[in-house]
């Protein structure tokens, strides 16, 4: 995955004098893709479809003639060919098409074994019930789309001095029972260290669910949203509007865990992704440490697709 000014070369020329350019020429499960569109003249609107999900798109800076989205890859979509389309139109009412094939690869994501509470893998009828409506509950956030950007430059990690996280899409055997994949990276932290928002959002769940304990939710605009789990308490709630950096909560152990650590997801257009690639494609979004590289150790990280994280693992961090 290439810094966001790096594009890759594999510009499309596209109606209306536009250019379409994306920072990867494929994918793989949970990967992210920036897509940068240019214009010789200024747009007035510009919409994005993936197999029928739309990707929203923004305006890079004041530069009305410049547009930027982020096309999410799931974490458990079948692999195949997808096409990418762009529509819209210029200030002068020419309108605009831009299309690519997009080629999503089998991620290779190791498996590991826990040993978990035996209510997290043969939970009651009632947990059964209270776990179902908490799903469906963060569907719901999930499926639903703020039309504005709320945040401004580059992410950040929600732990100060981590700069790698781990288990992102590991398939578990819990208990000896297969588990659903993990869809988050797991942050190395002591019960009580302070957790930050990656950037500017509005608080859309606070609360304690069944498998991630407390658990605060924040929508980033754009269908763009961060999770953030396990915490021994939660500092915001439902609502509130947080610049980055702000504290939402501590580190903590609640919920399904193995040890006290940070569950960081992120989900884009409903797809699950890899937070740590969010970190690295948007640093040089307007508002970002413009120039600056990232502290030692981040970008080997932060750079990797999907699949190159199976096998990192951080010592003493808890797991789930």
């Not at 594999?10 to 992210?32: D, K, V």
């Not at 982020?70 to 389309?85: F, I, N, Q, S, T």
């Not at 297969?178 to 190395?188: M, T």
Request: net charge neutral.
């Amino acid at each position: 995955m290439a810094p966001a000014e790096v594009l890759a070369d594999n510009a499309r020329t596209c109606t209306a004098g536009t250019t379409l350019r994306l920072s990867a020429p494929e994918a793989s499960q949970g990967s992210l893709l920036l897509i940068a569109l240019k214009s010789t003249k200024p747009l007035a609107g510009v919409q994005g479809d993936w197999g029928g999900r739309t990707v929203p798109m923004w305006r890079e800076g004041t530069d009305e003639a410049k547009r930027r989205g982020l096309l999410g890859v799931d974490l458990e979509k079948a692999p195949g060919e997808y096409e990418l389309k762009l529509t819209g139109e210029m200030a002068s009412g020419e309108k605009i098409s831009c299309s690519v094939k997009v080629a999503v690869r089998q991620g290779r994501f190791a498996t590991e074994r826990l040993q978990v509470g035996k209510e997290f893998v043969e939970p009651s009828p009632e947990q059964v019930k209270r776990a179902n409506e908490e799903r469906q509950k963060l569907r719901d956030i999930f499926d639903s789309v703020t039309p504005e950007r709320l945040w401004d430059g580059a992410f950040r990690i929600p732990l100060d001095g981590v700069t790698t996280g781990s288990n992102f899409g590991k398939r578990r055997i819990l208990n000896g029972n297969p588990g659903s994949p993990h869809g988050g990276v797991d942050l190395p932290g002591v019960t009580g260290t302070t957790v930050h928002a990656a950037q500017r959002g509005k608080v859309a769940l606070a609360e304690e669910l069944f498998f991630s304990g407390n658990t605060v939710v924040l929508d980033h605009g754009l269908g763009i949203y961060t999770f953030y789990g396990h915490l021994s308490e939660i500092d915001v709630k439902v609502g509130d509007v947080l610049e980055a950096g702000t504290v939402l909560g501590k580190v903590g152990a609640t919920g399904r865990v193995t040890g006290p650590h940070l569950h960081w997801g992120l989900t884009v257009e409903r797809a699950r992704v890899n937070p740590m690639l969010l970190v690295k494609l948007l640093v040089n979004s307007p508002g970002s440490r413009q120039g600056k590289s990232p502290p030692s150790g981040e970008q080997d990280e932060t750079i990797a697709t999907a699949e190159t994280l199976e096998g990192d693992r951080l010592a003493g961090a808890g797991r789930e």
